[in-house]
Nanobody, 125 residues
Framework: QVQLVESGGGLVQAGGSLRLSCAAS????????MAWFRQAPGEEREFVAGISRSGGTSYYGGSMEGRFTISRDNAKNTVNLQMNSLKPEDTAVYFC??????????????????WGQGTQVTVSS
């Protein structure tokens, strides 16, 4: 079993930055492809960013490309999401997720076996 705990959410003004962290336990992080998703009220869960087990491959949802950066530290069992140039439409609950099903992961939420409880990000205009 894998436990994921997100932190780092909060309130920020448009144009600002936040850094989210996900602490993993229960499995060696290098065995897990990781991803961040987000969900705004009344909306479907949306892919934000993913990273392969080794960290050699990362990929992003369309509106996040160039503003967000996903990274991982397998030695510390953490995955981070650096979010810059935040916009009000980035407001959502952000979820960390993990899968053992593939090396690179996927942008499809159904590919992920484990989920954190989420952390709220609110961007004011």
């Amino acid at each position: 079993q894998v436990q994921l705990v997100e932190s780092g959410g909060g309130l920020v003004q448009a144009g600002g930055s936040l850094r989210l962290s996900c602490a993993a336990s229960g499995r060696t992080l290098s065995n897990l492809a990781m991803a961040w998703f987000r969900q705004a009220p009344g909306e479907e869960r949306e892919f934000v960013a993913g990273i392969s087990r080794s960290g050699g491959t990362s990929y992003y949802g369309g509106s996040m490309e160039g503003r967000f950066t996903i990274s991982r530290d397998n030695a510390k069992n953490t995955v981070n999401l650096q979010m810059n140039s935040l916009k009000p439409e980035d407001t959502a609950v952000y979820f960390c997720s993990a899968t053992m099903q593939s090396h690179d992961g996927s942008s499809y939420h159904g590919h992920y076996d484990y989920w954190g409880q989420g952390t709220q990000v609110t961007v004011s205009s």
